[in-house]
């Protein structure tokens, strides 16, 4: 009788979280690449802060928690090839696969820069590396176009005479005092949505005064944010799989890299960004005001009265600065809220014409097609499509 032995398959362990869009993208990114490979076998475990794990049936390990070094230390001990991606702590001894945290700041950079802003901010802390990192390329960039930054810790309070100013109260203060319009960038988009509701508690207009942009475009958390929150799409498919390789080159006794450094993909823009940055205060307040109104029946002469002057002056001001009248603003805001209902709702025309301001579906029909050179249904077909 013939024994047929089965060659023991490589069990590697994905010790990864799923709490954010980046992390989940690193980890389609390992099981891509073993998908493709073939022959392994993988168990995905929440990192632990505390548990001790016992990795010693695993044959090798991808890891990835942000402020666990306690964890990346246990592993280290225990003598298992291992791969790290959690950009939080240098890991002397042991191989990374990062994304590269200063571009992505630099990115940023160029995406506000390009808007045409002047009055620059970042908002982190300096926990963990990638914020550090991320402040520093969005700073070096900006300063070789002769521009400084402002930037502020999150998450700290502080005794100011005697009385506890809480970090809310502190980001508040800091938002407030920017010079404004201004671009801010937001260490990461779980912080930015933090920002973001701080400014729409305090009454500060996104994107009018702050234009915001955070990093690692998590579409549920940019999603979650009022307005939705433009963000720089990290590599996180790409790390995962760059991490995967270099694990199986580790397994088969090839030499790695001791870090590699992945770049961002490219700048999401979404509403928080979606305007060009105007200085003329009575102007920039009157947008705002039109933004905030649009889904309404709106009086001109009530913006007008919103920033403290007459509607012909508000008129007069607009075309100096903008070359158009208030209205043509109040119908490009209208435009694109009824383009964001087309492309992520199902609502049957009429109700969109009615809720991004409009009259009737057929005024709809025929603005839209004027600006944007389709009709509301190709529209919403083309972003359908796009969508899979």
Request: charged residues 20%.
């Amino acid at each position: 009788m013939v024994v047929i032995r089965r060659m023991s398959r490589p069990r590697i362990l994905v010790l990864i979280s799923v709490q954010s869009g980046y992390y989940r993208n690193i980890v389609r990114g390992v099981y891509r690449y073993a998908t493709a490979r073939g022959g392994w076998d993988l168990t995905r475990n929440e990192p632990s802060r505390t548990k001790p794990m016992d990795v010693k049936n695993f044959t090798g390990i991808i890891h990835c928690a942000a402020g666990n070094a306690i964890s990346l230390e246990q592993l280290v001990e225990q003598g298992r090839p291992l791969i790290d991606c959690s950009n939080w702590c240098e890991t002397p001894g042991v191989p990374a696969v990062v994304s590269d945290d200063a571009s992505a700041g630099a990115k940023a950079a160029e995406y506000l820069l390009g808007l045409g802003h002047r009055n620059f901010a970042f908002a982190g802390f300096n926990a963990g590396l990638y914020s550090p990192r991320r402040r520093d390329g969005f700073v070096r960039r900006l300063a070789t176009a002769g521009h400084s930054v402002d930037c502020h810790v999150l998450y700290e309070g502080e005794r100011v005479n005697g009385r506890y100013v809480n970090q809310i109260e502190r980001t508040t203060a800091w938002l407030r005092g920017l010079p404004k319009p201004c671009g801010l960038l937001v260490c990461a988009d779980q912080d930015a949505l933090h920002v973001s509701q701080i400014a729409n508690a305090a009454g500060i207009a996104v994107p009018d005064e702050i234009a915001m942009i955070g990093v690692d475009d998590d579409d549920l958390v940019c999603g979650l944010a009022k307005p939705t929150l433009t963000s720089v799409r990290m590599d996180g498919i790409g790390v995962g799989a760059a991490a995967a390789q270099a694990l199986d080159r580790l397994l088969s006794g090839a030499q790695v890299e001791s870090l590699r450094r992945l770049p961002p993909l490219e700048v999401v823009v979404r509403d928080s960004t979606d305007q060009q940055p105007v200085a003329d205060p009575v102007v920039r307040g009157a947008i705002a005001w039109l933004r905030m109104h649009a889904d309404t029946k709106v009086s001109l002469s009530e913006c007008a009265r919103s920033t403290g002057v007459s509607l012909r002056t508000l008129q007069s001001r607009f075309a100096s600065v903008l070359g158009h009248g208030p209205a043509e603003s109040l119908l490009a805001l209208r435009i694109d809220h009824a383009a964001r209902l087309l492309a992520e709702t199902d609502l049957p025309l009429k109700a969109v014409a009615l809720r991004a301001g409009f009259a009737s579906a057929a005024y709809l029909c025929t603005v839209f097609a004027a600006r944007r050179g389709v009709t509301p249904g190709t529209y919403r077909k083309q972003k359908q499509r796009l969508a899979g």
